[in-house]
């Protein structure tokens, strides 16, 4: 026996002409010969079944939509319910998704399995395209089983990891630190973007560039100039907003012995000018010192000098040598 399942769409439609089960029959009958025919639907949908020499009674269904939301990479389960009398032997269950002309098949992302009380579809590692409005209905012996499931699937990707990095500064002697912050591909496209330093926002110096990848995912692209002398230390952040988290997303900077032209904190600007000039103190006093110490020895030698003037003429030429050290000396240090 060739079956094939319709479904008619009963919401927001024309009321019908026909007014018996024959009718609608004769009306239809047309479309008895293909198979597999993906209706397109709503909350509220006729399920028809075909047989080969009749259709049976249609069965109305007013199922009400449910709504699940998952993360890109993860597992989600749809069931659909049918009475927990029913043999399994005797199901069939149909799945299908809004926009499709044809039923779901099974493979290595779509896995169907039937237990007591319900019909499960698996997909496995959804992506933003599994997005969407999907539909079961359950027959039983010929006869609709149940009330069938409408779930209305919806994808987010978190823009997590944020990479915060520092790149060069060529021909900018106006920018101290050039930073660059980058998303990870995320779905929907809304986001929001915020500069932070040490804590506090910054409302200009940055440009921010959305770039649309493939499979309806997005990345962001923010670039942020510092034309303030900056100091070590000082933290830089980078904050995301989306909806597929619960929490900002932060990426990082801290200042260290880098930059386009990095400056020296303050308290250690001082700290080096005292070191400095303590130095140059003790220099100079040595200095003196070691002066004095000498001028002190060359007086000394010119008063012997002039107290032996009478002795032999050997000590006198030693003192005439030291005579000329001293005078060298005197020289030097004018």
């Known amino acids: 026996m060739h079956e094939t399942i319709y479904a008619i769409m009963s919401a927001r439609r024309k009321p019908s002409r026909y007014s018996t089960s024959s009718d609608i029959t004769r009306k239809i009958c047309p479309l008895a010969r293909r198979r597999h025919v993906v209706p397109d639907v709503t909350a509220n949908f006729e399920i028809i079944f075909e047989t080969q020499d009749r259709f049976l009674k249609p069965t109305i269904l007013s199922v009400s939509t449910v709504t699940r939301k998952a993360l890109r990479g993860t597992n989600v389960t749809f ?4 009475p927990f009398t029913f043999n399994l032997s005797n199901i069939i269950a149909y799945w299908w998704k809004d926009g499709n002309k044809s039923f779901l098949q099974q493979d290595d992302r ?3 399995i039937l237990k007591r009380a319900g019909a499960y579809l698996h997909l496995l590692n959804v992506t933003v395209p599994d997005a969407g409005t999907y539909y ?6 010929s006869q609709m089983a149940g009330k069938g499931a409408v779930v209305r699937l919806i994808i987010y990707a978190s823009p997590v990891p944020l990479k915060i ?3 060069p500064c060529e021909g900018t002697a106006s920018v101290f630190l050039r930073l660059q912050c980058r998303t990870a591909e995320f779905h929907p496209k809304d986001f929001n973007l915020t500069w932070h330093k040490n804590g506090t926002e910054i409302t200009e110096g940055f440009t921010t560039e959305q770039q649309e990848k493939a499979e309806g995912l997005y990345e962001v692209i923010s670039s942020f100039e510092e034309t303030r002398p900056i100091e070590q230390g000082t933290v830089y952040t980078c904050q995301v907003y989306h909806v597929s988290i619960l929490d900002p997303a932060n990426g990082s900077y801290t200042v260290g012995n880098v930059g386009c032209h990095f400056v ?5 600007i001082y700290r080096t000018a005292v070191g400095i000039l303590v130095i140059i103190t003790l220099m100079v006093i040595i200095f003196d010192h070691i002066t004095s110490d000498n001028l002190h020895r060359c007086r000394g030698e010119e008063t012997r000098k002039n107290d032996v003037k009478g002795r032999k003429v050997e000590l006198g030429g030693e003192m005439a040598s030291g005579e000329y050290e001293c005078h060298d000396f005197k020289n030097t240090i004018h």
């Open 264 to 268: 020296l904190p303050v308290h250690l």
């Open 136 to 141: 079961c209905a359950v027959k039983y012996k």
């Open 79 to 82: 069931r659909c319910p049918f």
């Open 110 to 112: 779509k896995v169907f």
């Open 165 to 167: 990095v520092s790149i």
